[in-house]
């Protein structure tokens, strides 16, 4: 691959669509109105009343709008001199306000101005520790209300509290100057478990958003306590976190500078004496880990006394009665508590640092909330809760809430819980709610031919097992649809059918016929394409998507075929009353005029498949789960093992020979069985996976203006081609009329027998050919077809065209990797990565919090920096990760910065200490910023924009700023990450798609 190296991009990168969440209401008056998301989320306003629309800008929690209309859901607004809609349910006639003081010198005064800029005029002048209400905050400027009047400040001069500061000489009426503070900051260090984190929040309370995540062992700067909370600041961001969680000297017992030892130093950790405090006939599971998944080890009656040693996160780390294991901190308490009254029926465990809060459930008047048996909407409704039901919440996480309610236990959407019982006299809906879709639960109908009937399938595939047949104008009620399938309950039954065959009205029943099950292949359209190869040559139509499937039929220059669906470089067709598979390199979508190509290539290889194969084919891993492939050196049972790859490990095979395929998976190349391979993704029937988000920027050209800005700049490819040379370039020396020697300077290889096809590479004078035919060629001469043996050559525009168009990878699971949106945060669990991932990784095992951590400081998605430090480390076993001394100090690098060939080891820990890397930790957290610093924070932020750049080619008509030439470049970084993700199922994954006009 040919690429321009640039230090701090990486690459390795899965999918399935989601849509945005956007609800409904209505009004008709221009008021003031304010945006009401969480406080690190951002509403986007949009250019239509619609989800699909574009983004003309986004909106932070508290921002004062203007809203001219409100229809069906969407509010008209106007906000800082632009115009859009946005969903009326995310904007509020009351902003929420909080409380904030000014912290300045004693004798300087801080101006309100009349708008949030220092040139504009100003309201009035206020004193140090003034009383301010702050109505929102926006690009470091807060909106406020002090002594009746409103204006804008400075956010940076506002504190939470009122500061004790020096006297200082007075300064200009217009000076505003930071206080001195009396009191004294302090470094301290974060002190929770090995594995754990500790939330930095925007507030001294549980219930504020989280700002970061802090591993063990992290340097904080502490400015003041108050109430059980610690006001810090830690990687440029201030917040705060539970005092109990800092200590003022680093315990070292996590990490030492030394590798290859037993045993690791510390300090000793202070031990306090509690008692289990859960209701009389009830008891405490003491559990093997910090989570409710971890297996019981012991169960603890009311009053039992305990040796704790740690408390993080909601678990305290305890020992009793010889064993040792970890209980929720909420059942311990420092007194004894009676032991004569309380019961309960269950053992206890926290989910959640939140107390257990009273809400309810806040539906329309006539609809119910499903309470699940698991927080997802494929869990079973376990009851129906209307509207002001009152019901106590346990925990909430990824937007959904344990709750009990009637003494039953279960999971609600929190997007239809509120801390106040709701009016219950008004709306009206018609079914359940549940909080996956933009779109409600709604009603719709079989729409089939009269004598045919649709599959209801027990998963969104046509391979799922058909649970019943519905006929047309069967009433069904849709939950949910995603990627061309619905999921739908009918007659007390749940399944899957195909969004195609259901319409929103009762469909007449009179006409029609077909004779089999109506299931969806492609969200595409059947569409008719030609065959394009050479005049005399054929295309072989195999059985599978493979050059080892057998060959079913020939196809000549021009048969119109039906393409059924496209994927991974092969086209499903029907031909001739046959189906098969073809090479998609070698369909075109417009009639052929041979009349325009005379005489070409007579003497073409026939029945060729795929030039591109030197590209690989994309398959997965088919093994049990739970079991492994192993990936040998070479193509025998007795070879070395290279790695084991997990079911439904995405690989890309080379080549398959005597049931052996060679293949390369995560970085590693090897092979494996062939038997054990299959070209389908595998499914993972009740595993709830994570959520994805899909955006579209559109860009104001053509996709064939944009292939042909990138041809200016020669994009390159290793797909052989089939070249040619003209007569008169070549001389032959000797008998042998397979060997021409090139005469003279500026001779090309070109892509066809004329000088009108594209330039494939260029000769030098002497360099010998081999040739293989001869052709006439449409400009009159001979044309030699040659073989040629260079691995990287210019590549045609129709392939580059091909790696261009955005629909020929979006649809594909893996493919759809080029879009994954690297500077957003991926919202990892970390128990979970720990577990699945890092588990046996070396110095990275139980690291997860500090990739976590990274990606919070410095906004980049989290399994993008896994992925890079698994493959640069080694997984978690080089010498630069396991450390390497530098003038008496031991350093750490976790993603080979600044280590260059020759000197990896020695320049790599040089930059290390320069960058002071002291701990594994400071080099996963400090190492991101540099990575970030690169093409990510440039806004080229997914794969697809760092190969293609499109923003640039819009606004400059140049392809500028590409990290690499090769036109499969972002095609063939994709597995390693879709791997980390296939292994999680807590996750936010965002894509980022380019529209062309």
Do not use: C
Not at 273 to 289: E, Q
Not at 317 to 341: C, D, F, H, N, W
Not at 431 to 454: G, M, R
């Amino acid at each position: 691959m040919k690429k321009v190296i640039v230090p701090g991009v990486f690459f390795a990168a899965l999918s399935a669509p989601v849509l945005i969440q956007e609800a409904q209401a209505a009004s008709n008056a221009a008021v003031v109105k304010y945006v009401n998301v969480e406080s690190n989320s951002s509403l986007n306003v949009r250019k239509s009343a619609s989800s699909k629309a574009g983004v003309v800008t986004t909106l932070k929690k508290g921002k004062e709008v203007t809203v001219l209309s409100e229809s069906n859901g969407w509010a008209k607004i106007t906000v800082d001199g632009k115009t859009g809609y946005v969903s009326s349910d995310y904007l509020t006639e009351k902003t929420n306000t909080y409380v904030k003081y000014v912290s300045i010198d004693s004798n300087s005064t801080l101006n309100v101005r009349t708008s949030p800029n220092t040139s504009s005029s100003v309201v009035t002048k206020i004193a140090a520790n003034t009383k301010v209400e702050v109505l929102s905050d926006s690009n470091g400027w807060s909106k406020i209300k002090v002594n009746g009047k409103q204006g804008y400040v400075a956010s940076k001069y506002l504190s939470d509290s009122v500061t004790t500061v020096k006297e200082s000489t007075p300064k200009a009426d217009t000076a505003t100057k930071v206080s001195t503070k009396e009191t004294k900051t302090e470094t301290m260090y974060v002190n929770v478990d090995q594995g754990s984190s500790l939330n930095m929040r925007n507030k001294p309370s549980n219930s504020g958003s989280v700002i970061v995540k802090l591993a063990k062992g992290v340097e904080v700067t502490a400015y003041s306590d108050s109430n059980g909370w610690t006001k810090i600041k830690v990687y440029g961001k201030e917040g705060y976190v539970a005092t109990k969680y800092l200590s003022k000297t680093k315990s070292t017992n996590s990490v030492t500078d030394k590798t290859n030892s037993n045993s690791s130093s510390g300090t000793v950790a202070k031990t306090t004496t509690k008692y289990v405090n859960v209701d009389k006939s009830s008891t405490l599971n003491m559990r093997a880990s910090a989570s409710t998944s971890g297996s019981v080890v012991t169960k603890l009656s009311r009053g039992t006394k305990v040796t704790v040693t740690s408390e993080s996160n909601g678990w305290a780390k305890i020992t009793v009665s010889g064993k040792t294991g970890y209980v929720s901190t909420s059942y311990l308490t420092t007194t004894a508590p009676s032991t004569q009254s309380g019961s309960t029926n269950a053992p206890k465990d926290p989910v959640k640092e939140t107390p257990t809060v009273t809400k309810y459930v806040n539906v329309d008047k006539n609809s119910t909330l499903n309470m699940r048996s698991s927080a997802s909407t494929s869990g079973s409704v376990v009851t129906k809760l209307s509207r002001g039901t009152k019901v106590t919440v346990t925990s909430e996480s990824n937007g959904w809430a344990k709750i009990t309610v009637s003494g039953k236990t279960g999971y609600v959407s929190t997007s239809y819980l509120t801390t106040t019982a709701p009016n219950t006299q008004s709306g009206s809906t018609d079914a359940p709610k549940d909080p996956v879709k933009e779109t409600p639960t709604v009603t719709k109908y079989v729409n089939v031919d009269k004598n045919s009937t649709l599959n209801m399938r027990s998963s969104a595939s046509t391979s799922g097992s058909v649970v019943t047949k519905l006929s047309s104008g069967t009433k069904v009620t849709v939950t949910s649809e995603s990627n061309g399938w619905a999921k739908i309950t009918v007659s007390g039954k749940t399944g899957y059918v195909s969004t195609s065959y259901l319409t929103t009205t009762a469909p007449g029943t009179q006409s029609g016929s077909t004779d089999a099950p109506k299931d969806p292949v492609k969200e595409t359209p059947t569409v008719t394409k030609y065959v394009n190869v050479d005049k005399n040559s054929t295309l072989n139509m195999r059985s599978s998507a493979s050059t080892s499937g057998s060959v079913v039929t020939k196809l000549a220059r021009g048969t119109a075929v039906t393409v059924i669906s496209e994927s991974n470089g092969w086209t499903k067709i029907t031909a001739s009353g046959k189906t098969g598979y073809v090479s998609s390199s070698y369909l075109t979508s417009s009639s052929l005029d041979d009349s325009e190509n005379p005489d070409s290539n007579e003497n073409a290889n026939p029945g060729e498949d795929n030039a591109g194969s030197t590209e690989g084919t994309l398959k997965y891993v088919n093994v049990d789960q739970g079991s492994s492939l192993n990936m040998r050196k070479s193509p025998s049972s007795s070879a070395g093992i290279v790695a084991k790859l997990a079911a439904g490990t995405a690989v890309t095979v080379y080549s398959e020979e005597n049931g052996w395929a060679k293949v390369t998976a995560n970085g590693q190349e090897g092979y494996v069985s062939s038997a054990y391979l299959t070209t389908k993704q595998a499914e993972t029937p009740g595993v709830s996976k994570g959520e994805t988000v899909k955006t579209y920027v559109n860009y104001d050209m053509t996709l064939d203006e944009m292939a042909t800005i990138q041809m200016g700049a020669n994009p390159q490819t290793d797909k052989a081609y089939d070249v040619y040379i003209r007569e008169d370039a070549v001389a032959f020396k000797s008998s042998d009329q397979t060997k021409g020697t090139i005469i003279g300077s500026g001779w090309r290889l070109r892509g066809g027998a004329g000088t009108e096809y594209s330039v494939v590479n260029s000769v030098q004078n002497g360099q010998v050919l081999t040739i293989t035919s001869k052709v006439k060629g449409s400009d009159g001469y001979y044309w030699y077809k040659v073989n040629s043996t260079q691995s990287w050559v210019n590549a045609s525009k129709e392939d580059t065209t091909y790696y261009l168009n955005p629909d020929n990878f979006i649809n594909t699971t893996v493919q759809s990797m080029q879009f994954l949106k690297l500077s957003a945060k991926a919202d990892i669990n970390d128990t979970e990565v720990n577990e699945r991932i890092l588990a046996g990784k070396g110095i990275l095992s139980g690291k997860a919090s500090s990739f976590i951590t990274a990606a919070n400081a410095y906004g980049i998605n989290e399994v993008y920096l896994i992925s890079h430090a698994l493959l640069e480390t080694g997984n978690g076993t080089s010498t630069l990760a396991k450390g390497v001394t530098v003038n008496g100090k031991t350093v750490y690098n976790m993603y080979g910065i600044g280590a260059y060939d020759g000197s990896a080891i020695s320049s790599g820990a040089q930059y290390a200490y320069n960058a002071g890397w002291f701990t594994p930790e400071a080099a996963i957290i400090g190492g991101a910023k540099f990575i970030a610093q690169g093409y990510i924070n440039a806004g080229q932020d997914t794969l697809y924009k760092m190969r293609w750049n499109p923003g640039a080619a819009e606004s400059t008509g140049k392809a500028t700023h590409q990290y690499a030439t090769d036109i499969g470049w972002a095609s063939k970084q994709v597995t390693q990450i879709y791997n980390l993700y296939s292994l999680l199922d807590s996750y936010i994954l965002k894509l980022e798609i380019p529209k062309y006009k």
